[in-house]
């Protein structure tokens, strides 16, 4: 998630070692592919994954979680 100028530096650094060196063993788990440049194993993919035309920002999260709570 882009939080611009809020960005934290060892998040960035947690997210790239969980991309580098964890994302092969989760695609077992999860083989649709999340990320650019990444592809899905036809055999393993859901039936109907998820997409969004606009990319996830700390704006629309909130949107989001505004929405989940006034729907409890």
Do not use: V, W
């Not at 991309?19 to 083989?31: D, M």
């Amino acid at each position: 998630m882009d939080k611009g100028e809020d960005t934290n530096p060892l998040a960035q650094e947690m997210a790239e070692c969980i991309i580098t060196k964890g994302r092969a063993e989760l695609q077992k788990y999860y083989p649709n592919a999340i990320y650019e440049g990444e592809t899905t194993d036809e055999a393993n993919s859901s039936a109907n994954p998820k997409t969004f035309p606009e990319p996830l920002t700390l704006d629309l999260l909130e949107k989001h979680q505004e929405l989940s709570e006034s729907c409890k």
